[in-house]
């Protein structure tokens, strides 16, 4: 038997770390970060990775033995990156070899790494066919029950038939999920909400996405990111209209930012919406195209950001955000005509996975919306950015959530298949190259649910200030899910290509993580790095 690493070694070891992450940090505030992007890159995600550590190790204390040998593995691997990035890259850094993690960390890195160790996580993960019981508080393990008894009931046996025929998430989910109360986490009770707050939010995104990424996980996303940006902008007037529609599942909600030639430069969005009176009543016209609007087709409502001022130069400060009803369709294209003229077309982008939802680009021309659907009235004019990504930083750390669910299928459904799968006279299990992979998956979704859940709890605390938390959650669980789901393809061997196994859903799902809700090359510069080189 391996004898376990003490959790106090594991905290040394990250406290060695951050010393460097400061002095890394500090050099990177020398210079602008487009003269660096590619350190910059690097070292968000040193530094993500380093946040998770410490957030797993925190959690690691109150949860067993198990989670602090999981903890000491991550902490193992995230120094053995740091003390790579010394010796590969410490010039572009302002790092010396005087500044390598020392003989201390060292000999940590080589026993957390130990082979035995991590197989003899990977043991227990097929001894429970990797389910995932964390210690919780009481009311977050009930959440954590119930949703995944309705995800395992109501969703997942659906799941496989909805990937395949690319079918529309069924209204026998909405109305479920509505009467469970799940469009309206968020919101608070004065509004028809049950205000759970944001860790519950992402133990119920992650059980749903556990169950189906495309036909359930991404559901409160976008209800979640309008919810956010009324309550932070919208006239008590709206606030009472939409956000009990909103919260009972009466509306169904998309988001549509992106533009066909502007995707991450949210800034130059160029859709318009003037000024404009149809049929006696004050309001505006929307022109021009919108992309990749999930859900588009099945919302009743949708949340468009427009310019409302032709003057590109301004960029976001020209930018407002409107409430856009419209009739609900099926199906993989729709159109819409008002009487006054105005007309939307929607079509369905084809993609290789995340499909239920489907993924719209639209067409505005003359779209009539009366002036009470600009958020915030008159007062909300050239406010739509801020908005819209305060209502971002919701999404990012429900994507974060989404990615460990996700991922969490992947390892069930590779422990389930490697104890029963034999070969050479004995399970797949008992070989130790299995052993090992399952104990690198479990860590890797460890240190992911730990940086998820304490960004979560940060948010439910000040949900501005941690915005940058939610980011880095999302950062670095998205690349687990890619990792982890690809990992268990591999131990699947040749049936992990087959669409007869959940697993190669899971792998397709979990391509979009790194890039929807701020795509990783962005989300790497211009929001985890600009925040650690001004904090």
Same mark, same amino acid.
């Given at each position: 038997?391996?004898?376990?690493?003490?959790?106090?070694?594991?905290?040394?070891?990250?406290?060695?770390?951050?010393?460097?992450?400061?002095?890394?940090?500090?050099?990177?505030?020398?210079?602008?970060?487009?003269?660096?992007?590619?350190?910059?890159?690097?070292?968000?995600?040193?530094?993500?990775?380093?946040?998770?550590?410490?957030?797993?190790?925190?959690?690691?204390?109150?949860?067993?033995?198990?989670?602090?040998?999981?903890?000491?593995?991550?902490?193992?691997?995230?120094?053995?990156?740091?003390?790579?990035?010394?010796?590969?890259?410490?010039?572009?850094?302002?790092?010396?070899?005087?500044?390598?993690?020392?003989?201390?960390?060292?000999?940590?890195?080589?026993?957390?790494?130990?082979?035995?160790?991590?197989?003899?996580?990977?043991?227990?993960?097929?001894?429970?066919?990797?389910?995932?019981?964390?210690?919780?508080?009481?009311?977050?393990?009930?959440?954590?029950?119930?949703?995944?008894?309705?995800?395992?009931?109501?969703?997942?046996?659906?799941?496989?038939?909805?990937?395949?025929?690319?079918?529309?998430?069924?209204?026998?989910?909405?109305?479920? @999920?509505?009467?469970?109360?799940?469009?309206?986490?968020?919101?608070?009770?004065?509004?028809?909400?049950?205000?759970?707050?944001?860790?519950?939010?992402?133990?119920?995104?992650?059980?749903?996405?556990?169950?189906?990424?495309?036909?359930?996980?991404?559901?409160?996303?976008?209800?979640?990111?309008?919810?956010?940006?009324? @309550?932070?902008?919208?006239?008590?007037?709206?606030?009472?209209?939409?956000?009990?529609?909103?919260?009972?599942?009466?509306?169904?909600?998309?988001?549509?930012?992106?533009?066909?030639?502007?995707?991450?430069?949210?800034?130059?969005?160029?859709?318009?919406?003037?000024?404009?009176?149809?049929?006696?009543?004050?309001?505006?016209?929307?022109?021009?195209?919108?992309?990749?609007?999930?859900?588009?087709?099945?919302?009743?409502?949708?949340?468009?950001?427009?310019?409302?001022?032709?003057?590109?130069?301004?960029?976001?400060?020209?930018?407002?955000?409107?409430?856009?009803?419209?009739?609900?369709?099926?199906?993989?294209?729709?159109?819409?005509?008002?009487?006054?003229?105005?007309?939307?077309?929607?079509?369905?982008?084809?993609?290789?996975?995340?499909?239920?939802?489907?993924?719209?680009?639209?067409?505005?021309?003359?779209?009539?919306?009366?002036?009470?659907?600009?958020?915030?009235?008159?007062?909300?004019?050239?406010?739509?950015?801020?908005?819209?990504?305060?209502?971002?930083?919701?999404?990012?750390?429900?994507?974060?959530?989404?990615?460990?669910?996700?991922?969490?299928?992947?390892?069930?459904?590779?422990?389930?298949?490697?104890?029963?799968?034999?070969?050479?006279?004995?399970?797949?299990?008992?070989?130790?190259?299995?052993?090992?992979?399952?104990?690198? @998956?479990?860590?890797?979704?460890?240190?992911?649910?730990?940086?998820?859940?304490?960004?979560?709890?940060?948010?439910?605390?000040?949900?501005?200030?941690?915005?940058?938390?939610?980011?880095?959650?999302?950062?670095?669980?998205?690349? @687990?899910?890619?990792?982890?789901?690809?990992?268990?393809?591999?131990?699947?061997?040749?049936?992990?290509?087959?669409?007869?196994?959940?697993?190669?859903?899971?792998?397709?799902?979990?391509?979009?993580?790194?890039?929807?809700?701020?795509?990783?090359?962005?989300?790497?510069?211009?929001?985890?790095?600009?925040?650690?080189?001004?904090?």
């Amino acid at each position: 038997m391996i004898s376990p690493i003490p959790l106090k070694d594991t905290e040394q070891t990250i406290d060695a770390l951050k010393s460097i992450a400061a002095k890394a940090i500090d050099h990177a505030r020398q210079r602008d970060i487009d003269e660096q992007q590619v350190s910059i890159s690097r070292l968000a995600d040193l530094a993500t990775k380093l946040h998770a550590a410490r957030d797993l190790a925190v959690y690691a204390a109150d949860a067993g033995s198990l989670y602090q040998e999981q903890a000491a593995v991550f902490a193992g691997e995230v120094a053995s990156a740091w003390s790579q990035l010394v010796r590969d890259h410490g010039g572009e850094h302002g790092l010396s070899d005087a500044d390598a993690p020392g003989a201390q960390v060292q000999e940590f890195i080589r026993e957390a790494l130990r082979e035995e160790r991590v197989r003899s996580i990977g043991q227990e993960i097929a001894k429970s066919r990797g389910r995932n019981d964390a210690p919780l508080e009481e009311i977050y393990e009930l959440t954590r029950d119930a949703v995944r008894e309705f995800g395992d009931t109501e969703i997942a046996p659906k799941a496989e038939q909805i990937h395949r025929g690319d079918e529309l998430v069924p209204e026998a989910f909405l109305s479920k @999920m509505s009467e469970l109360g799940y469009f309206g986490l968020s919101i608070p009770e004065e509004y028809g909400g049950s205000e759970m707050g944001n860790v519950a939010m992402v133990i119920t995104t992650e059980e749903l996405s556990r169950a189906s990424l495309a036909a359930a996980g991404s559901l409160i996303t976008r209800p979640e990111i309008l919810a956010k940006a009324l @309550m932070a902008g919208g006239t008590e007037a709206q606030k009472k209209h939409w956000l009990p529609k909103i919260a009972s599942g009466e509306l169904m909600v998309g988001i549509s930012v992106t533009e066909p030639d502007i995707g991450s430069d949210v800034a130059g969005v160029k859709c318009r919406a003037e000024v404009a009176t149809v049929d006696g009543v004050e309001g505006y016209v929307i022109n021009g195209p919108k992309a990749w609007c999930t859900f588009a087709g099945r919302a009743n409502i949708l949340a468009v950001l427009c310019r409302t001022d032709p003057d590109l130069s301004k960029a976001a400060k020209g930018l407002s955000l409107f409430i856009v009803p419209k009739e609900s369709f099926d199906g993989h294209s729709f159109e819409t005509t008002q009487s006054g003229g105005g007309k939307l077309v929607g079509k369905a982008d084809a993609t290789p996975g995340y499909r239920g939802m489907h993924s719209f680009t639209l067409n505005f021309e003359n779209y009539f919306v009366p002036k009470e659907n600009l958020v915030g009235e008159e007062g909300g004019v050239g406010k739509g950015f801020y908005l819209q990504m305060g209502g971002f930083a919701a999404g990012r750390l429900q994507t974060g959530a989404r990615a460990c669910g996700v991922a969490q299928a992947a390892l069930e459904k590779t422990a389930e298949y490697v104890v029963d799968r034999v070969q050479f006279a004995k399970p797949i299990s008992e070989f130790g190259v299995t052993q090992y992979t399952l104990g690198r @998956m479990a860590v890797q979704l460890a240190g992911a649910r730990a940086i998820t859940y304490a960004a979560a709890a940060a948010m439910d605390e000040d949900e501005r200030a941690a915005a940058p938390y939610a980011a880095q959650a999302k950062l670095f669980a998205c690349d @687990m899910a890619v990792e982890v789901t690809q990992l268990g393809q591999l131990l699947h061997g040749g049936w992990g290509y087959a669409e007869e196994y959940p697993i190669s859903r899971y792998v397709v799902d979990a391509q979009v993580l790194p890039i929807f809700e701020g795509v990783k090359p962005v989300l790497q510069l211009k929001v985890v790095g600009r925040n650690l080189v001004s904090g």
